[in-house]
Structure formats: structure tokens, C-alpha cells
């Protein structure tokens, strides 16, 4: 059994090739893609900066009916190129404050860039883990994220950091892939781990581990489903990555061998149906 490092370490990999180079993930078969099925309104996504749609790797749009308000702070889990940081600074205006959370230099590298392009001045992007936020106590009103908890091997660490860091009354929105009854086979492969499927779980251990941690109200809001060709897309290892020199999806990378030929169908017919994009929500209480 690999170490929670270790497993860290093979998705910071995986996205430090994806940020470098031309490939996809969680959701897209070609960098920029992911962006245009997650339910953004393209005419927003239009006034953005090209190397932040160009580098999102989400799987919805978590600040979509959130009611994040001006003048309030709002925390991204996983905030990687920096989409919804840029999105989430626009709505909070100057009196309010965004801090996004990432562990990979070249995401964080990445979003500074974007930031400065953007001219964003209300964002403070920090190198660290979801499972330990260098964040205090009761600080934020909200945390978002997008696509990364299923990602962690430490769920129930990331779930008792968002109680930790939220204000009393703050709460969580976030977008993520859910899973059921995914074969050992999959759960067991890193590469769909870093394609955001192998670690996913389903909504109701979602919705039991925020009430574990003392949130309430938790629940799903929407649900992107993904037909067999979307899930292809999720999987497909065999995309030329022209900066890296290597045949494989961002899913790739140290201790991660890409899925191809039959070992690719039999994951696709058994995947469809199991695994979508979810919008939960929960409340830290008063
Ligand atoms: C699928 S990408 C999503 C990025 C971004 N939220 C978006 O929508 O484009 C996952 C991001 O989460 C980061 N990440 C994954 N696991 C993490 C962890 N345990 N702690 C901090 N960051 C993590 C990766 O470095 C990557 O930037």
C-alpha cells in the first residue's frame, strides 16, 4: 500500500505535465476542451485570459448559483491554473479577498501568470494541501473547488479542513467527479486516479464525510452526466503530447501507464454510468 505522499506525489506529476504540456483531463480529451462541458457561460470564459481556459481542469462551475456576495472571501481547494479564482475575484470586487490552494509549483507558477494577465488584485495563490490548508481558523466564507477532492487519498482530512477554515454560518460549494461501484481494477490504477475517477466516491459518503466534520445542509445541487464518449475522453491515453515528447494523457506521469487498446474499451463500457460530475453544498452551523 502506497503512502498518502507517495500518492500525492503521482498527481502533482500528472498535473505538472498537463499545465506543461497539450493534453487534457478530468473531463476533456484536448487541453481547453473540459471547460466548454462544465457549464460556464462561454460568453464569460470569452473574457478571460487564453492560458487560464486553455489550463482549467475542472469538472463544473462551482461559483454558478453560490451566492457569493461582494466583499466576501472565498477559498479554492485545488485552484491549480486559477479559473475560479479569477471568476470568484470579479464577483467578491476589491473589498473582498480570494486565496487559492494548490501543491503544484508549475499550477502555481501558472496562475500567478494568469492573475498578473487578468490584473486581478484581490488573490493570494498559496503552495500547500487540502489535507493541511495553510489557512487559519474560521477565516473564509466560502470554499470552492473543482475536481480535485476526488483526487486526495485523505478525504476525511479535507473535509475536516473545510469545517476548520470556514466562518461560522460560511459554506462549502464544490463541483467533483462521484463514482459508484467502480471495479477494484480501477480503483487500484493511477492513472484513472489522476484522471479524477479512481478516487472518486459517491455522493452519499460525500454528504456523510461533511456530516462527520459537523457540516450541515449538505446536498446535491446538479449533476453533469457523461455519455460513453465523454468517458472516453476522460480516459483516452493515446493523445500526443508535442511538449513532453510522450503518447499519454494529462493522467500520466511518474508511476501512471496511460489506458489504451482493449484495456481502454473494457474501461469505457465499464465506466459509463458510474462516474459524474456533482455540485454539493454544505453549511458549517452558526
Ligand atoms: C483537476 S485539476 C483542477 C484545477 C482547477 N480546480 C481547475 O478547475 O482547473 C486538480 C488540481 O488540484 C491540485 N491538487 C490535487 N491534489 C491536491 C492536494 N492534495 N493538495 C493540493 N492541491 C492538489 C493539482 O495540483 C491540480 O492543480
Same mark, same amino acid.
Given at each position: 500500500m502506497?503512502?498518502?505522499?507517495?500518492?500525492?506525489g503521482?498527481?502533482?506529476?500528472?498535473?505538472? #505535465?498537463a499545465?506543461?504540456? =497539450?493534453?487534457?483531463?478530468?473531463?476533456?480529451?484536448?487541453?481547453?476542451?473540459?471547460?466548454?462541458?462544465?457549464?460556464?457561460?462561454?460568453?464569460?470564459?470569452?473574457?478571460?485570459? @487564453?492560458?487560464?481556459? *486553455?489550463n482549467?481542469? $475542472?469538472?463544473?462551475?462551482?461559483?454558478?448559483?453560490?451566492?457569493?456576495?461582494?466583499?466576501?472571501v472565498?477559498? @479554492? #481547494?485545488?485552484? $491549480?491554473?486559477?479559473?475560479? #479564482?479569477?471568476?470568484?475575484?470579479?464577483?467578491?470586487?476589491?473589498?473582498?479577498?480570494?486565496i487559492?490552494? +494548490?501543491?503544484?509549483?508549475?499550477?502555481?507558477?501558472?496562475?500567478?501568470?494568469?492573475?498578473?494577465? %487578468? /490584473?486581478?488584485? *484581490?488573490? %493570494?495563490?498559496? !503552495?500547500?494541501?487540502?489535507?493541511?490548508l495553510? &489557512?487559519?481558523?474560521?477565516?473564509? +466564507?466560502?470554499?470552492?473547488? =473543482?475536481?480535485?477532492? *476526488?483526487?486526495?487519498?485523505?478525504?476525511?482530512?479535507v473535509?475536516?479542513?473545510?469545517?476548520?477554515?470556514?466562518?461560522?454560518?460560511?459554506?462549502?460549494?464544490?463541483?467533483?467527479? &462521484?463514482?459508484? %461501484? #467502480?471495479? $477494484?481494477?480501477?480503483?487500484?490504477?493511477?492513472?484513472?486516479?489522476?484522471?479524477?475517477?479512481?478516487?472518486?466516491?459517491?455522493?452519499?459518503?460525500?454528504v456523510?464525510?461533511?456530516?462527520?466534520?459537523?457540516?450541515? +445542509?449538505?446536498?446535491?445541487?446538479?449533476?453533469?452526466?457523461? +455519455?460513453?464518449?465523454? &468517458?472516453?475522453?476522460l480516459? @483516452?491515453?493515446?493523445?500526443? =503530447?508535442? %511538449?513532453? /515528447?510522450?503518447?499519454?494523457?494529462? $493522467?500520466?506521469?511518474?508511476?501512471?501507464?496511460?489506458?489504451? /487498446?482493449?484495456?481502454?474499451?473494457?474501461?469505457?463500457? @465499464?465506466l459509463?454510468?458510474?462516474?459524474?460530475?456533482?455540485?454539493?453544498?454544505?453549511? !458549517?452551523?452558526?
Open positions: 502506497e503512502s498518502n505522499d507517495v500518492v500525492r503521482f498527481v502533482r506529476d500528472a498535473y505538472k #505535465l499545465v506543461e504540456g =497539450n493534453t487534457g483531463c478530468c473531463g476533456g480529451d484536448s487541453k481547453g476542451t473540459v471547460v466548454h462541458w462544465a457549464g460556464y457561460d462561454e460568453d464569460i470564459l470569452s473574457t478571460l485570459p @487564453d492560458e487560464v481556459v *486553455n482549467a481542469f $475542472g469538472c463544473g462551475n462551482p461559483l454558478a448559483f453560490s451566492e457569493v456576495k461582494p466583499g466576501e472565498v477559498l @479554492d #481547494l485545488g485552484s $491549480g491554473a486559477g479559473i475560479d #479564482l479569477l471568476l470568484a475575484s470579479r464577483i467578491v470586487g476589491p473589498e473582498g479577498k480570494v487559492g490552494v +494548490d501543491m503544484t509549483d508549475e499550477m502555481i507558477e501558472k496562475a500567478r501568470q494568469n492573475i498578473a494577465a %487578468d /490584473g486581478a488584485i *484581490n488573490i %493570494d495563490v498559496r !503552495k500547500g494541501i487540502i489535507e493541511e495553510p &489557512v487559519e481558523d474560521g477565516s473564509v +466564507d466560502w470554499v470552492i473547488s =473543482n475536481c480535485v477532492i *476526488n483526487l486526495s487519498p485523505e478525504k476525511d482530512r473535509f475536516a479542513e473545510i469545517a476548520r477554515v470556514l466562518k461560522p454560518g460560511g459554506r462549502m460549494q464544490v463541483s467533483d467527479l &462521484v463514482a459508484v %461501484d #467502480l471495479p $477494484g481494477y480501477v480503483k487500484e490504477n493511477q492513472f484513472l486516479r489522476n484522471t479524477c475517477i479512481a478516487g472518486a466516491i459517491s455522493e452519499e459518503e460525500y456523510a464525510g461533511l456530516q462527520e466534520v459537523g457540516m450541515t +445542509d449538505a446536498s446535491v445541487l446538479e449533476r453533469i452526466r457523461y +455519455d460513453a464518449s465523454q &468517458v472516453k475522453g480516459l @483516452d491515453s493515446e493523445r500526443y =503530447n508535442v %511538449d513532453t /515528447g510522450s503518447s499519454c494523457g494529462c $493522467g500520466c506521469g511518474v508511476g501512471a501507464e496511460g489506458l489504451a /487498446g482493449e484495456a481502454l474499451e473494457r474501461a469505457i463500457r @465499464d459509463t454510468g458510474k462516474v459524474w460530475s456533482a455540485k454539493i453544498h454544505a453549511r !458549517k452551523p452558526e
